[in-house]
Nanobody, 123 residues
Framework: QVQLVESGGGLVQAGGSLRLSCAAS????????MGWFRQAPGKEREFVAT????????FYADSVKGRFTISRDNALNTVYLQMNSLKPEDTAVYYC????????????????WGQGTQVTVSS
């Protein structure tokens, strides 16, 4: 059974940092794109960042570019999201996802999803 388990969320003041982790189990994703998405209350889920199996050619939403960094450790089957200079508008539930097809990697076209971790940024 494939599972993606996020951790590292919490409450932080504006300008602070958090590092999210997503540990995969049940299969290896070393050749697959893995991404982060988020959903704020009353809003649709949106793309945040994604990274290919090789770790190169990452993509980011414009709203987080320059502040967030996605990375991965294939030996640990884990993907990370380092979030710096956090803003109140970054408050959301953050979801990790894995895609098998390597297409439309900025869309929600992912096959496996975690349960989410809450990030709250206070002003």
């Amino acid at each position: 059974q494939v599972q993606l388990v996020e951790s590292g969320g919490g409450l932080v003041q504006a300008g602070g940092s958090l590092r999210l982790s997503c540990a995969a189990s049940g299969r290896t994703f070393s050749r697959n794109w893995m991404g982060w998405f988020r959903q704020a209350p009353g809003k649709e889920r949106e793309f945040v960042a994604t990274i290919p199996g090789s770790g190169g050619n990452t993509f980011y939403a414009d709203s987080v570019k320059g502040r967030f960094t996605i990375s991965r450790d294939n030996a640990l089957n884990t993907v990370y999201l380092q979030m710096n200079s956090l803003k109140p508008e970054d408050t959301a539930v953050y979801y990790c996802a894995a895609q098998l097809a390597s297409s439309n990697v900025k869309s929600s076209n992912y096959n496996y999803w975690g349960q989410g971790t809450q990030v709250t940024v206070s002003s």
